[in-house]
């Protein structure tokens, strides 16, 4: 990436002095800002000093504290003399620093009296340590004076590290907002080559139908940019401040479970808002049993050991009847159901006398059939295992629980043709994002589907290598890997979480908070990004990589405004992102597609 | 038996009431009538008002020899004058005028000395430059009192500066009072050729000027209120003023009744037969204005007298004299740089 502005290289005018009233340390001090010059949180400035031995030390840092007070009086009261023109004061403007950055490494002390300036240019790019990213840089947003905040890139897509984790209370934090930004930025900045589609992205869509509209143009971020480029005062808008186009996402697939119905039904796609262009994915009965997909019915595996048993043997049983054919129902032949299920649930029987097994639900009634009743009440031998009755029926009634919310994505109602149509393939040709939208399943489902999409796709990186970056953006991570507890798509999550970034798998995760996720997903995750937090939650230990003053901050960020920390910087940096440029909703979706209203017009009129 | 409180701490010398008898002589300037006049709001275009005061430090005694062998003693010291500059309607932010800090190393008469500068090991941290002064005597005081008299003038020299001139015939209507300059402690003696609205506030009561029967009215005034001005010829007759007393707080219960009043003096011609409208106009105002200025006893214990523009001055004055434990060392490395030793 070699187009990130980073502004004029000159050296700006000193806008303070190095206090001495202070310690001054080679980590962080105080300076005095000089009168008529503005210095405000999160600005990064640059402080030279010399050596006795006449060479020169930088010190690259960001302000983390700035405040005024009344220099020479002793008494709160005294203010009011000193506004009524009683008492002479001046008035003390002092920042602190934190330093980012010493070049060369020589950890001496800043001396009193030496020039701070704001970081620009050069400095800047070395306070920010753009010099080591070089090509390998994307923007992140923009500081506060609309300076672009350059990210390693390296540090995502697995080459030094991986995964980016995103905390923040709902709704204010804008958590997904800003994944979508990286996702975009990182696709459109050029910096993973010339290749467009070298990287791919799976999204999973929990709240709403925010995602469905990714491929449409917003028809406000004209507007919206303009407005903010007036109000910061910036020289253009966001966009091309940071060389990225204004577009809406392309190659977009979505990804919708089938409207719930009758058996036998035509399958739509159960989104509200959005009419075309979404493609419903359902898995086929036999790809549940032949593609081991069990264990993600189970969210709650370790409630017990010997349920966990019978997981496992019953998984494998599953696999092995599934194998010799391919059809998207089973067929088996040592079970006559009850009558009354066969009314109920539309079991055909075949010229064979064997039965087939097309809905979720008779398959819940053939294991139980197998486990429970068969041998007058013994149960299958061989299925049982040596497992109590208890266990057994334990497991049953787990499996009618979760019947009714799978019975519309595990099916053998279908021809074999549909089966593969709908088979949801977030690595489909041609395709760069899926958005998978599973906000109108119910818990259990929206596990089993985000535990066997990632296990699959883990699975086929594990095969293919790292060509091809996929990004998964998922969030609510506490639900999906709390840190109390056991489950497969935990277990699916922490093996992205280290082992992904070697096979090219990047999580953007993201939570409201990260205290009740799996720690060792969000420790592994390099690029940590805080957007509005509770106040209580941005003192758990999770947020310690913040300085005290920036998680006292992390309670009053505005949405649109996110604490970026980076291996690279060792201090968090705030940004603002533009508004997106792709529509969150139906009524932002830009009709005209960023053309003229006549223009439009006219292709309708002639 | 009656015990009343000096309303000001023990440790400062003298307290605020000494109340030795006066042997001058007093002449009603202004009206014969001894009965309390209220303050009067201060006029619109009077818009500048200075605090002036003056502090000094000896910094170390000396025992000098010159180039040409003759000896006597010395002393390195430093002074500072200075004014706070504020409008009495609060109209700007007060501010801190011409706070400087000179040094000298006065010494015996006779002696030929050169500028002693003395640089510091740190180069942060300015030179300290002292001009020879000879004294009058060989006295081991008098380099003190040298020293004193050189902030006494330069204190002078600033207040006039200042101040507005008073006209001293009854026509003369050349210039309104638009600048007033209260001058810490009385008046000095060569000050009266200068000229200009200067008013000498004297916080301490170490002389009893009144009366047996008119000092019931000092205890009697209001906040606010003052005396008529009187005419005042010191016991030698050799300096005049015009005088007044202005209460500028109340006095607690278990305070001597007098505390909270300050005499106010300006200059005046030796013969009393006129009262310059500018006299009395600033004797109106003062218990208005002084009245905001005053201290508080929460935050000084020299409330009320000592003014808040005052003690924000001498802050301001120490600071510009340096600290004295690092000047005393630097005469110090000084003077072993000088034998060759440091």
Known sequence: ?606 | MRIRLDPWPVDIEGGQLTLDPFDGTLIDIETPRWAAIPARPIPRQLSTVQVVDGKRRMEGRVFVEDDHGNVGTGGFGAYVVGAVSLCPHGSRAAELLDVRAMRVLAHAPALKLDPTSLSPRDPHSGTLLYHPVPTDSADPMAPLHRLQALMLDAEQTLSHGYASLVPTEETDDREALTSLTLQDGTLRRGGATLGGAVVGYVKTMQTQYLSADRVGLLSELKPGERTPILHMKSETGRSTRFTWYVRLSGAAFYQHPMSGVMRLEMYAPPEPDFLPPTVREVANLSGTLLGRLGSHAHKDPRAPQNLIPTAALEQAMGRSMGSADLVTRRIRAHIAGLQGVA
Not at chain 1, 214 to 230: H, M, P, T, W
Not at chain 1, 569 to 582: D, K
């Open chain 1, 1 to 606: 990436m070699t187009n990130l502005n980073f502004g004029a290289a000159e050296a700006g005018a000193p806008v303070g002095m190095v206090l001495g009233t202070q310690d001054v340390t080679p980590v962080s001090f105080w300076f005095a800002v000089l009168p008529g010059a503005s210095v405000q949180l999160d600005d990064l400035v640059a402080v030279q000093t010399r050596k006795p031995d006449g060479s020169f030390v930088n010190f690259y840092g960001i302000v983390d504290h700035v405040r005024t007070r009344h220099e020479g009086v002793t008494f709160d009261s005294d203010v009011q003399d000193v506004a009524a023109g009683l008492l002479p004061a001046s008035v003390s403007y002092a920042a602190r620093v934190l330093v980012t950055r010493v070049n060369p490494e020589n950890f001496i002390p800043p001396q009193p009296g030496d020039g701070v300036r704001h970081a620009r240019g050069d400095d800047l790019r070395m306070a920010l340590s753009a010099d080591k990213m070089g090509e390998k840089a994307f923007p992140g947003g923009l500081l506060a004076d609309g300076q672009v905040l350059p990210v390693n890139y390296r540090f995502v897509n697995g080459e030094n590290g991986g995964h980016i984790n995103i905390s923040g209370i709902s709704g204010v934090a804008t958590k997904t907002s800003y994944a979508l930004f990286l996702l975009h930025s990182i696709f459109r900045s050029g910096v993973m080559g010339t290749g467009a589609s070298a990287g791919r992205a799976l999204i999973f869509n929990v709240k709403g139908e925010d995602l469905l509209f990714l491929d449409k143009r917003n028809r406000e971020v004209e507007s919206r940019e303009a407005q903010a480029r007036a109000q910061k005062g910036l020289p253009d808008h966001r966009y091309a401040l940071m060389g990225l186009p204004v577009e809406a996402f392309r190659d977009v697939q979505f990804l919708a479970p089938p409207r719930p119905g009758s058996a036998g039904a035509a399958i739509v796609p159960h989104v509200e808002q959005r009419a075309e262009g979404v493609t419903p994915f359902l898995y086929s009965l036999r790809e549940f049993c032949a593609r081991r997909m069990l264990p993600y019915v189970f969210v709650d595996r370790d409630a017990s050991v010997n349920l966990g048993f019978v997981i496992g043997s019953i998984e494998e049983r599953l696999y092995r009847m599934a194998q010799g054919a391919d059809t998207p129902y089973l067929t088996v032949e040592d079970w006559q159901p009850d009558t009354e299920q066969v009314l109920d649930e539309d079991v055909r029987f075949d010229e064979m006398g064997s039965v087939r097994i097309s809905t979720f639900a008779q398959l819940v009634a053939y294991l139980e059939y197998k486990l429970l009743d068969a041998n007058d009440g013994e149960g299958d031998r061989k299925w049982v295992g040596k497992q109590s009755p208890a266990t057994l029926q334990a497991f049953i009634r787990r499996l009618r629980g979760v019947q009714k919310h799978l019975t519309p994505l595990v099916r053998g109602d279908v021809s074999a043709e549909q089966a593969a149509r709908f088979r949801p393939d977030p690595l489909k040709p041609g395709v760069q994002t899926t958005v998978v939208d599973i906000h109108t399943l119910s818990a259990t489902a929206q596990m089993f589907i985000v535990g066997v999409l990632l296990r699959d796709l883990f699975e086929h990186k594990e095969r293919v290598g790292r060509q091809d970056t996929v990004f998964v953006v998922l969030d609510e991570l506490n639900k999906y890997a709390p840190r109390d507890g056991d489950s497969p798509i935990k277990d699916v999550l922490l093996d992205i979480a280290e082992r992904g970034r070697s096979l090219g798998i990047i999580l953007i995760g993201a939570q409201q908070t990260a205290s009740e996720v799996e720690r060792r997903i969000v420790s592994n995750a390099a690029i940590r990004v805080v957007g509005r937090l509770d106040l209580a939650e941005a003192e758990r230990p999770e947020y310690r990589f913040l300085p005290q003053s920036f998680r006292a901050r992390a309670g009053i960020l505005q949405p649109g405004t996110m604490l970026v920390s980076q291996p690279d910087v060792p201090n968090p940096v705030l940004v603002n992102y533009p508004f997106p440029a792709w529509a969150t909703r139906l009524d932002e979706v830009d009709d005209l597609q960023g053309k003229k209203v006549e223009e439009v017009g006219e292709d309708w009129l002639y």
